[in-house]
């Protein structure tokens, strides 16, 4: 069936430092994808999107790849800063209505 | 320019009883797709509404039903309340097009518990 999983539940990183997050999808035929952060008590927020024709996609301050070779996505964070602190959900879709989301990886900012 | 706005926020209920949950969509969007999110995990993908009318919908059972207005805003309905619905539901809104759900804004949530 189709699932997506992250690899780590939490990742603790120091403040400047760049943060990877990592997520793995079993649907080769997801052809969109979306990282959405997540803080405390509010709904998740739209962060980076990329579709399945894209490798690689910027943002301001973060990077999406995606290897569709292992199906695998990731989100980078450059120079990460306390406000960076939430669960980052990774998200897929194949040509339907609906997203199918991973457990999410929870990222602390260290100072 | 209101976001995705939901109602109430917290609300607590007990077993067998019936709830209705509220969402307005972001202005200018025609679709609302609902979400459960059980503490700790990701967003499970309830239905999503269009045009008034339910197009897709994921493994619910049929004790979630859901409704939308013709001004886009839409209701979630679950009944016989088990304790394993205690979850945040959250409402997303969107634009459809080319027959794919484009970017989800999501409310806050409306955090039930089930007791």
């Known amino acids: 069936g189709e699932s997506v999983g992250l690899h780590l539940p939490t990742l603790s990183v120091q403040e400047g430092d760049n943060s990877i997050i990592n997520c793995a999808y079993s649907?080769?035929?997801?052809?969109?994808f979306i990282w959405y952060k997540q803080e405390s008590g509010k709904g998740p927020q739209f962060i980076i999107d990329?579709?399945?024709?894209?490798d690689k996609r910027q943002g301001q301050r973060v990077t999406v790849l995606l290897n569709k070779t292992v199906k695998h996505l990731s989100l980078q964070i450059a120079a990460t800063q306390p406000g960076d602190s939430a669960v980052y959900f990774c998200?897929?879709?194949?040509?339907?209505?609906?997203?199918?989301f991973g457990t999410g990886t929870r990222l602390k900012v260290l100072a | 320019d209101a976001g995705v706005t939901q109602s109430p926020t917290h609300l607590i209920k007990t077993r067998g009883q019936q709830v209705t949950l509220r969402c307005s969509p972001k202005s200018g969007h025609d679709t609302v797709s609902w979400y459960q999110q059980a503490l700790g995990q990701g967003p499970q993908f309830i239905f999503q509404y269009y045009e008034e009318e339910e197009r897709q919908r994921g493994n619910f059972p049929d004790r979630f039903s859901g409704h939308q207005f013709p001004n886009y805003s839409s209701e979630l309905n679950v009944n016989a309340l088990l304790l394993g619905d205690s979850a945040l539901y959250l409402c997303?809104?969107?634009?459809?097009?080319?027959?794919?759900?484009?970017?989800?804004?999501f409310g806050e949530g409306s955090r039930l518990t089930v007791l």
């Open positions: 998200a897929e879709s194949k040509g339907t209505y609906k997203y199918i």
């Open positions: 990329i579709r399945s024709n894209m």
């Open positions: 997303a809104s969107s634009l459809v097009a080319g027959g794919r759900t484009g970017e989800l804004f």
């Open positions: 649907n080769s035929a997801s052809d969109y």
